[in-house]
């Protein structure tokens, strides 16, 4: 699925037992030439190692294979894929730095072909050793650079949050291509960009959420996870993840017609742990219902009571879901009943919008309402009719 989602056709497949990892090549040398071989045979370009390898092991895997054929592993690929989804400023430094991170111990191999041009005297430590060290210098430079940009949408996104920390925050993860952002196009009834594949979203989006009682709730749309992702593009994309720590409610979003349902499960755990916001309330969304068969269903329901169990396709579930949102957003709410004068309309008004009305009783003196809400907005409410 990552090499499809990058535009990479697979033309064979090569499974191996590996009993122990080959510090110098990951699998031993002679199995390494006899795949290069085959590749060679098929008219390959690039050959694709389901792992993540050392600099040192790729180096010797390419020497190997020379020039004809790209050794490639499992980050190289998913940077790639990173690096032709990412649209907005944020996501394209993150990704950068990403990539140049993970390129910098991996220079040696790049300059190969400077060795006819930088040989001679004065260059010490073989040919097209000064070339790499230059190319090292500039790479740590935008480094640093794109670490400070980082810094500073941080520092942004920390006052945005600010502003919506009165709002019911809601965070949307799971793994990716789970139906995150069908989900949250049909809850706030938004277009959000949508794809069948591997990472189609990158970006933080968030959008108002209606809920079923009066109470301000947002919703954030995360970039998904998947299986050891590369710790290059974790630490580069923290910032974005760290969206999630103000959430008040995770929405762990599950594709319940995936055949290895629990590690995509533990993989969502783990992430989650590892951005430190384990502490968190959190909910099983089970989505892509209606690709599963009853019996399936039934089993998922026994196996995850308490969670919801939706099609964002067909608009299954979505209804459910709103409705505990609702339920937990509104956990806190208190009951109160006012008097309020002829005179103060204008705190009616404000109650009607703030608040969750479910009796009035009009007489000759004053306005008797009783309602439900956050003891923050009946706070506000005592000051103003005490002015």
């Known amino acids: 699925m ?47 190692i389901n792992a993540e390898i050392t600099p040192g092991q790729m180096k010797n895997l390419q020497d190997i294979a020379g020039f004809e054929i790209r050794i490639l592993d499992r980050t190289g690929i998913i940077i790639d894929i990173f690096s032709i989804h990412a649209k907005t400023g944020e996501a394209k430094s993150q990704v950068s730095l ?79 291509n789970a139906g995150k952002s069908s989900l949250m196009n ?35 749309d995360t970039v998904g996870f998947i299986q050891k992702l590369p710790h290059e593009l974790v630490a580069s994309f923290r910032s974005t993840l760290s969206d999630i720590k103000d959430s008040d409610l995770i929405l762990k979003v599950v594709d319940s017609s995936y055949s290895n349902i629990d590690m995509h499960i533990m993989t969502i755990e783990d992430t989650i742990k590892s951005i430190e916001c384990d502490k968190i309330e959190t909910c099983f969304v089970f989505n892509k219902i209606d690709l599963i068969s009853t019996k399936r269903l ?16 067909k608009k299954i579930g979505h209804e459910n879901l709103i409705s505990n949102i609702s339920t937990l957003a509104s956990k806190d709410f208190i009951d109160k009943t006012f008097k309020i004068k002829y005179s103060d309309l204008s705190i009616i008004d404000y109650i009607y919008k703030n608040l969750d009305v479910y009796m009035r009783k009009d007489t000759s003196e004053y306005i008797k309402i009783s309602a439900k809400g956050p003891k923050s907005i009946f706070n506000k409410i005592e000051m103003l009719i005490k002015t």
């Open 2 to 48: 990552l090499c499809k989602t990058l535009g990479l056709q697979i033309v064979e497949e090569c499974q191996h037992n590996l009993r122990k990892v080959y510090p110098a090549t990951y699998i031993s040398k002679q199995k390494a030439s006899e795949i290069i071989n085959k590749a060679k045979e098929l008219n390959c370009d690039n050959i694709v």
């Open 98 to 176: 990403a990539k140049l991170e993970y390129m910098l111990p991996r220079l040696t191999r790049q300059w190969t072909h400077l060795e006819r041009q930088m040989g001679g005297t004065g260059t010490r430590g073989g040919p097209g050793e000064k070339q790499i060290e230059i190319d090292r210098r500039l790479i740590r430079k935008d480094i640093d650079k794109l670490k400070k940009d980082l810094i500073r949408i941080q520092n942004s996104r920390k006052t945005q949050n600010k502003h919506r920390s009165a709002a019911f925050q809601v965070s949307l993860v799971g793994y990716t």
């Open 186 to 220: 049909v809850l706030t009834n938004s277009d959000v960009y949508v794809k069948n594949e591997l990472f189609a979203t990158l970006d933080s989006t968030t959008k108002k959420l209606e809920l079923n009682v009066n109470k301000t709730s947002v919703i954030s």
């Open 298 to 313: 039934k089993t998922l329901m026994n196996r995850f009571p308490g969670s919801i169990f939706t099609s964002a396709l």
